[in-house]
């Protein structure tokens, strides 16, 4: 595709509910990234992977976040018992690799945890 | 510790101005600098700059790099209020793709 897409662009979960959220980055792009964005914050890194491995998972913020990205092209974040502070906009984005350290970034899922 | 500072914080100016917006970092291994431009939605890649002194420009963004006092900075002259947004400054370093990510500056250009 021309760009990274996300899926759903929203999602309102209830308090302990599980969600998954897709990230279809830009096609040949080797390196993913996760983010998470509070309102008036800068992203904050969540994990990366190179084709499918997961390089670093040092922001995830709990165990109850999960990435994979088993064929090394698209990529779910899930995350378990959802709780209302994981209420953000989670941004994918890809990066072609190499000397390329420039990052393409999706629209972003909205979640809200009531 | 790695970071990345960026100044000033927020910005309100009439459109026509020009503005000047900064950028410092400290880190371990330099690879390069990247301006990203965030309106109400996610972040739009501006420029990535590796060498100092090469001025990298697209219409009336501009954006150059210091590595000897570690800074840049992005220019924009004759401001519109379309470019009211946040500016986001991000540094690769060390051999860990993962970039560092400044604050954001945040403009706001009225008309």
């Known amino acids: 595709g021309a760009g990274v897409s996300q899926s759903p662009r929203y999602k309102v979960a209830k308090r302990g509910q599980d969600v998954a959220l897709r990230c279809d980055p830009i096609s040949g792009h080797v390196s993913l990234f996760w983010y998470q964005q509070a309102l008036g914050q800068g992203p904050e890194f969540l994990t990366y992977?190179?084709?499918?491995?997961?390089?670093?998972k040092s922001g995830l913020p709990s165990d109850r976040f999960f990435a994979e990205r088993p064929e090394g092209s698209v990529s779910t974040l899930k995350i378990q018992r959802t709780q209302q502070e994981d209420s953000a906009v989670y941004l994918c984005a890809s990066s072609l690799g190499g000397d390329y350290y420039e990052q393409y970034f999706g629209p972003g899922t909205r979640l809200t945890v009531t | 510790e790695d970071k990345v500072v960026q100044s000033p914080l927020s910005l309100v100016v009439h459109e026509g101005d020009t503005v000047t917006l900064n950028c410092s970092y400290e880190v371990t291994n330099f690879r390069s600098l990247l301006w990203y431009k965030q309106e109400k939605k996610a972040p739009t890649f501006l420029f990535m700059l590796?060498?100092s002194g090469i001025e990298k420009k697209s219409g009336r963004l501009s954006s150059i790099l210091d590595k000897k006092e570690l800074f840049s900075i992005l220019n924009i002259t004759a401001t519109q209020t379309g470019d009211s947004a946040v500016y986001l400054c991000?540094?690769?370093?060390?051999?860990?793709?993962?970039?560092?990510w400044g604050l954001g500056t945040s403009l706001a250009v009225n008309p």
């Open positions: 590796t060498s």
């Open positions: 991000a540094v690769a370093a060390g051999n860990n793709r993962k970039l560092i």
């Open positions: 992977f190179q084709n499918e491995a997961q390089l670093d």
